[in-house]
C-alpha cells in the first residue's frame, strides 16, 4: 500500500471512531493526503499547503479524526492573504452548520483554491462530482447559488469580486460572453491521488488539463 493511501485509511478510521460525517472526512483526509504527498515531493510545509497553523492541525487531527497523528507539518507561518482571507470568509458565512470542523475545512479550501489546478483535483478528490456534493452538503447557500453549475474557482472569484463592487464578466449575460466556455466548461482532468499511485507526479508549477478553473 502506498504512503498516500495508507495515510488516506488511518484518517478515516479515526473519523468513523469520532462520528465525523463521512463526507466531511473524505474531504479532509483527501486534502491532508495530497499536502504532505505534495510536501514530500516538491518541499514545503504540509500545514502551510493546506493553510492551517499548527494548532489547527493538532485540533483537525482530533476534532475530525478521533486523535489519529498526523505526520509532522509545522503549520502555516503568518496571515493569509487578502483574497485567500476573502475566500474563507465567503464559506464561512456559508456553512451549513457553522461547527467548528466547517470552519477548518473552509480555511483548507480557500488555502487549496490557490493551487493552479480545477479545485476539485487540488482538494484530492476523484472527481467533480464530490466537490458538487460536498458543497450541496456543508455550503448549501453556495451551492444554490451557482446552479448554473459554473466552475468552482470561477464561481468563487465572481462572488469575491461582487462582495468589492467589481465584476469579472466581460459581457452582460452568459450566453452572450466569449468566456462561456473558461467559466462553465467541462472540469475533466486526473485524480492528484490516483496520479500519485501510479508512481506519477507533475509539478505544482505545471497544472493539469483545465488549469485554473
Ligand atoms: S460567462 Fe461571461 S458573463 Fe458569464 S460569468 Fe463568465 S465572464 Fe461573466
Same mark, same amino acid.
Request: aromatic share 6%.
Given at each position: 500500500?502506498?504512503?498516500?493511501?495508507?495515510?488516506?485509511?488511518?484518517?478515516?478510521?479515526?473519523?468513523?471512531?469520532?462520528?465525523?460525517?463521512?463526507?466531511?472526512?473524505?474531504?479532509?483526509?483527501?486534502?491532508?493526503?495530497?499536502?504532505?504527498?505534495?510536501?514530500?515531493?516538491?518541499?514545503?510545509?504540509?500545514?502551510?499547503?493546506?493553510?492551517?497553523?499548527?494548532?489547527?492541525?493538532?485540533?483537525?487531527?482530533?476534532?475530525?479524526?478521533?486523535?489519529?497523528?498526523?505526520?509532522?507539518?509545522?503549520?502555516?507561518?503568518?496571515?493569509?492573504?487578502?483574497?485567500?482571507?476573502?475566500?474563507?470568509?465567503?464559506?464561512?458565512?456559508?456553512?451549513?452548520? @457553522?461547527?467548528?470542523? %466547517?470552519? !477548518? /475545512?473552509?480555511? &483548507?479550501?480557500?488555502?487549496?483554491? *490557490?493551487?493552479?489546478?480545477?479545485?476539485? $483535483?487540488?482538494?484530492?478528490?476523484?472527481?467533480?462530482?464530490?466537490?458538487?456534493?460536498?458543497?450541496?452538503?456543508?455550503?448549501?447557500?453556495?451551492?444554490?447559488?451557482?446552479?448554473?453549475?459554473?466552475?468552482?474557482?470561477?464561481?468563487?472569484?465572481?462572488?469575491?469580486?461582487?462582495?468589492?463592487?467589481?465584476?469579472?464578466?466581460?459581457?452582460?449575460?452568459?450566453?452572450?460572453?466569449?468566456?462561456?466556455?473558461?467559466?462553465?466548461? @467541462?472540469?475533466?482532468? %486526473?485524480? !492528484? /491521488?490516483?496520479? &500519485?499511485?501510479?508512481?506519477?507526479? *507533475?509539478?505544482?508549477?505545471?497544472?493539469? $488539463?483545465?488549469?485554473?478553473?
Amino acid at each position: 500500500m502506498d504512503v498516500t493511501r495508507g495515510m488516506y485509511e488511518r484518517l478515516i478510521a479515526g473519523a468513523t471512531m469520532a462520528g465525523t460525517p463521512l463526507l466531511m472526512a473524505h474531504v479532509m483526509a483527501c486534502i491532508l493526503a495530497l499536502a504532505y504527498a505534495e510536501s514530500a515531493e516538491e518541499g514545503g510545509d504540509a500545514g502551510e499547503l493546506c493553510g492551517l497553523a499548527g494548532h489547527e492541525l493538532d485540533e483537525v487531527a482530533h476534532l475530525v479524526f478521533g486523535g489519529t497523528g498526523l505526520p509532522d507539518g509545522a503549520g502555516r507561518k503568518g496571515a493569509p492573504g487578502a483574497p485567500e482571507m476573502d475566500l474563507r470568509a465567503i464559506l464561512m458565512m456559508h456553512a451549513a452548520s @457553522a461547527c467548528r470542523s %466547517e470552519m !477548518l /475545512l473552509s480555511a &483548507m479550501i480557500a488555502r487549496r483554491a *490557490l493551487r493552479p489546478n480545477h479545485l476539485w $483535483q487540488d482538494l484530492g478528490l476523484s472527481h467533480r462530482g464530490e466537490l458538487s456534493e460536498l458543497m450541496r452538503r456543508h455550503f448549501p447557500g453556495l451551492a444554490r447559488r451557482n446552479a448554473q453549475d459554473m466552475k468552482w474557482k470561477k464561481f468563487f472569484y465572481r462572488m469575491m469580486c461582487s462582495a468589492e463592487g467589481f465584476t469579472l464578466c466581460a459581457a452582460p449575460v452568459c450566453t452572450e460572453c466569449d468566456d462561456f466556455e473558461d467559466c462553465f466548461g @467541462a472540469e475533466d482532468g %486526473e485524480a !492528484l /491521488l490516483a496520479r &500519485m499511485a501510479n508512481g506519477k507526479w *507533475l509539478s505544482s508549477s505545471q497544472p493539469l $488539463q483545465g488549469g485554473m478553473a
